[in-house]
């Protein structure tokens, strides 16, 4: 391994000024398409799986529900950087392409739905089942129970896991960087990596430790303010 | 009128089935106050849910005036489920949405229009007390007004059969009371039935006015509260009327008897009957517990006496029931 360098100040500089604004615009770009995505996929998936339960409020076939529980299970335990590469011919097929930052949201979204129905899945199972048995008894039907009492009432549980999947995704741009992805970690990749920039690289991550603070401090706030319970 | 049949229900648990409910009849009138009183496991839980059907009995029916709820398809349940509220030992208000909210609730699940929801809320709201609690959240209230919001919730349907689950279980003696008053007052009002499931023996004398004594999934004993509660026959029924003062009572010494005698009203209750027995009939009774208590807004004093023997017990009985607001038996001591 050759001698850990710096380049000169100014020379790194130039590229930190004149590529991270693009990178942190791909990186979030990126990020909060395939959150979006992986929400619109996830989130009923999620329900199904607790409301689809032989108890549940929406009883689906016993097999249907395993088979659900299989395929998410199979999806998260793929390594991302292997599934980046496995899905390559399903992202031509959609994208026409199999590079940049539009070719990158198809694996992260491949990889963050069963992720996100499976944070749907742990923040339903918190409501209280008496509330569910309040809405039958006033005559709630089954799609009324799941949209407006457990839904409704875990929206504060749900902020606190959305945030948590938008980060854990955010981290995934930055890996598919290494594959033809673009944003923060491909600056990082290319000069940190294959050009020994030093600087770069480190400017790349503190951007990103940043997005991830933002993130997570907005997601908290709003999850603190959408709760009603403590007053 | 509601009218259980031959109702049981039985659950499979891992560790085998459990009979929660044996072969259970009752029949609830229109504007009664019934109440369903048994310690806990006896099996009233799953009777108030089988009454709306959020538990299918294994055997028996519910009829509702006259028409069966287990035949019903679950639309027409849900719209049956729409006169026949409930209300929880824990509130089960929502969170996450302001008192007025939960009280339109219910009539937002039956669809009416949210502007028509609201005015009918705010009158509800009125009626249980808590004009200016329309904004709050159900975290900012006590568990007394929280039980108010739930009751107002479960009236904005029009419901014409009010179920409490152990409404007042969770709040403290003098809450209780006030809730009871509540209900009283609506029972009044709106002409509704109410079913009240509960363990506490003061809520059945506070305010119902039949009583159903439930034990180990059956139920023992059945009446208006007064004959039921001043002259208990089962085992079960005096357990709960004489949680003290008659279980706690040293056993007998041999060959001596037991009575225990109910005075319902006034005049009985300020003779000095005992005195007078003694003088009379020669009998020394002794006494080995006595009460008062207010049921259904009438004092009843009980008493438990023990004399010599055999003789005398027949004598005594005989003397004592001669006023006919007495009510005189004799009691097993256990050993």
Request: charged share 20%.
């Amino acid at each position: 391994m050759p001698e850990l360098h710096f380049e000169p100040i100014a020379e790194t500089w130039r590229i930190i000024s004149g590529e991270c604004p693009f990178a942190i615009w791909e990186t979030l770009y990126a990020t909060i398409l395939a959150t979006a995505l992986a929400i619109v996929i996830g989130l009923p998936l999620g329900v199904l799986l607790v409301a689809g339960e032989q108890d549940g409020v929406l009883p689906l076939p016993k097999w249907l529900l395993h088979a659900l529980n299989v395929l998410i299970n199979i999806l998260r335990s793929i390594p991302f950087i292997i599934l980046m590469i496995l899905v390559i011919p399903l992202t031509r097929l959609l994208i026409g392409k199999a590079y940049g930052t539009m070719a990158s949201v198809v694996p992260l979204v491949i990889a963050a739905f069963p992720f996100v129905a499976r944070l749907v899945e742990s923040s339903l199972r918190e409501v209280n089942p008496s509330l569910i048995e309040m809405a039958q008894s006033l005559g709630a039907t089954p799609f009324q129970i799941i949209t407006k009492v457990m839904l409704r009432e875990s929206v504060p549980s749900l902020i606190s896991n959305f945030t948590i999947a938008i980060t854990t995704i955010l981290g995934y741009t930055a890996m598919s960087g290494a594959v033809g992805g673009g944003g923060l970690g491909k600056l990082a990749i290319t000069y940190g990596y294959n050009r020994y920039m030093y600087g770069v690289m480190a400017a790349s991550v503190v951007l990103l430790v940043v997005l991830v603070q933002l993130f997570q401090m907005l997601g908290t706030r709003f999850a603190a303010k959408a709760d009603k319970r403590q007053r | 009128m509601i009218s259980i049949q031959g109702l049981s229900k039985t659950f499979r648990t891992s560790d085998g089935t459990v009979e929660a409910l044996k072969n259970v009849s009752l029949t609830v009138n229109d504007g009664d106050i019934y109440g369903i009183i048994g310690m806990s496991g006896a099996g009233k839980s799953t009777l108030v849910r089988c009454i709306n059907l959020l538990e299918r009995p294994t055997e028996g029916t519910v009829l509702i005036d006259g028409r069966g709820l287990c035949s019903l398809t679950e639309p027409e349940l849900r719209k049956v489920r729409r006169r026949i509220s409930m209300i929880f030992q824990s509130f089960n208000l929502l969170a996450q949405r302001t008192c007025l909210k939960n009280i339109c609730f219910p009539l937002e699940l039956a669809g009416v229009k949210s502007r028509d929801a609201e005015i009918r809320a705010r009158e509800l709201l009125a009626l249980v007390g808590l004009p200016d609690k329309a904004d709050a959240y159900p975290a900012q209230l006590s568990g007394g007004q929280q039980q108010r919001i739930a009751i107002a919730r479960a009236l904005a349907t029009d419901p014409k059969v009010l179920l409490c689950d152990e409404a007042t279980s969770a709040l403290d003696p003098k809450t209780t009371h006030d809730i009871l008053s509540l209900l009283r007052d609506l029972h009044n009002k709106l002409g509704l039935t109410v079913i009240l499931i509960t363990h506490q023996m003061s809520v059945v004398e506070e305010i119902c006015s039949r009583v159903a004594i439930l034990d180990n999934g059956s139920v023992v004993e059945e009446g208006p509260v007064e004959e039921v509660f001043s002259a208990p026959k089962s085992e079960a029924a005096r357990r709960l009327v004489f949680p003290d003062g008659y279980d706690t009572l040293p056993s007998a010494s041999e060959g001596k008897r037991r009575i225990r005698i109910v005075f319902r009203g006034y005049s009985t209750t300020t003779t000095p009957l005992i005195a007078r027995m003694a003088i009379e009939e020669k009998i020394l009774a002794n006494i080995l517990a006595a009460s008062i208590k207010t049921i259904s807004e009438k004092e009843y004093g009980s008493m438990v006496l023990e004399v010599a023997d055999a003789d005398e017990l027949e004598r005594a009985l005989h003397y004592l029931s001669a006023d006919p607001e007495i009510v005189a038996e004799e009691v097993e001591s256990r050993a």
